[in-house]
């Protein structure tokens, strides 16, 4: 987990950025919360939150501000934040695979992994999702969220799709299942995760694996949006 001398140690003698909405005060200067997160974690901040970096960095005891306190800041209009409703109307809350590797890392990070890479789910990039050290521990996850009803696409947001999530999720974790076993040649010594959100489904299909998959190396996480965790036994 992160540790106060981590955080102060990593933003020594760190310019701040402006600060724009939150902020947080370490060895005396005033930074946005966000560019604190990111360089003490190695997370980068299109993987979190405001919310994630104020609670971490505020369990730690470092001072917050929820108005700016730094006087180049004052002079900086706020950020228009969007609206609660503005992720799912664009189809990214929770179970989608953005949604997923972000609580992931969240998770990671809260038990002392170092972020080494993300892929951009967004784009889909390629690569392997998540890559993360720990110690002499490394990892890799392929990361799948749970397919929806209909299309993103708001011109077809009346249709339904051919496929049942439940048909398409089976795709879905063959896919994760053999990128997974890919990653065990592409990055020897890494511990190969499948990280899909917890639904029935899928419980169901790395129920029906297990065997291969423990004898491959494979590990299925099942993810909560609330960051807990289940599947077949991997600690983080």
Same mark, same amino acid.
């Given at each position: 987990?992160?540790?106060?001398?981590?955080?102060?140690?990593?933003?020594?003698?760190?310019?701040?950025?402006?600060?724009?909405?939150?902020?947080?005060?370490?060895?005396?200067?005033?930074?946005?919360?966000?560019?604190?997160?990111?360089l003490a974690s190695g997370v980068p901040r299109s993987q979190f939150?405001?919310?994630?970096?104020?609670?971490?960095?505020?369990?730690?005891?470092?001072?917050?501000?929820?108005?700016?306190?730094?006087?180049?800041?004052?002079?900086?209009?706020?950020?228009?934040?969007?609206?609660?409703?503005?992720?799912?109307?664009?189809?990214?809350?929770?179970?989608?695979?953005?949604?997923?590797?972000?609580?992931?890392?969240?998770?990671?990070?809260?038990?002392?992994?170092?972020?080494?890479?993300?892929?951009?789910?967004? @784009?889909?990039?390629?690569?392997?999702?998540?890559?993360?050290?720990?110690?002499?521990?490394?990892?890799?996850?392929?990361?799948?969220?749970?397919?929806p009803g209909g299309y993103a696409d708001p011109r077809r947001a009346?249709?339904?799709?051919?496929?049942?999530?439940?048909?398409?999720?089976?795709?879905?974790?063959?896919?994760?299942?053999?990128?997974?076993?890919?990653?065990?040649?592409?990055?020897?010594?890494?511990?190969?995760?499948?990280?899909?959100?917890?639904?029935?489904?899928?419980?169901?299909?790395?129920?029906?694996?297990?065997?291969?998959?423990?004898?491959?190396?494979?590990?299925?996480?099942?993810?909560?949006?609330?960051?807990?965790?289940?599947?077949?036994?991997? @600690?983080?």
């Open positions: 987990m992160l540790e106060v001398n981590t955080v102060t140690s990593r933003m020594n003698d760190v310019p701040p950025e402006p600060v724009r909405e939150h902020a947080v005060r370490v060895g005396g200067v005033v930074y946005p919360v966000k560019q604190v997160f990111e939150t405001s919310q994630t970096a104020l609670r971490h960095l505020r369990a730690l005891g470092f001072p917050i501000a929820t108005d700016p306190i730094n006087p180049v800041a004052s002079r900086v209009s706020r950020v228009p934040q969007p609206s609660p409703a503005a992720p799912a109307a664009a189809g990214k809350c929770w179970p989608w695979e953005g949604s997923v590797q972000a609580v992931f890392v969240e998770l990671l990070v809260g038990y002392g992994w170092r972020i080494e890479a993300t892929a951009d789910t967004a @784009t889909k990039a390629r690569g392997v999702d998540v890559l993360a050290a720990k110690e002499t521990r490394r990892l890799g996850a392929e990361v799948k969220g749970w397919p009346g249709e339904i799709k051919p496929t049942q999530p439940s048909t398409q999720a089976v795709h879905w974790f063959s896919q994760a299942l053999f990128k997974a076993i890919m990653l065990l040649d592409s990055h020897p010594g890494h511990e190969s995760l499948m990280v899909l959100p917890d639904y029935p489904r899928y419980r169901d299909l790395a129920a029906r694996t297990r065997t291969g998959r423990d004898a491959a190396g494979v590990h299925v996480v099942l993810l909560n949006a609330d960051g807990t965790l289940a599947g077949d036994g991997w @600690t983080p």
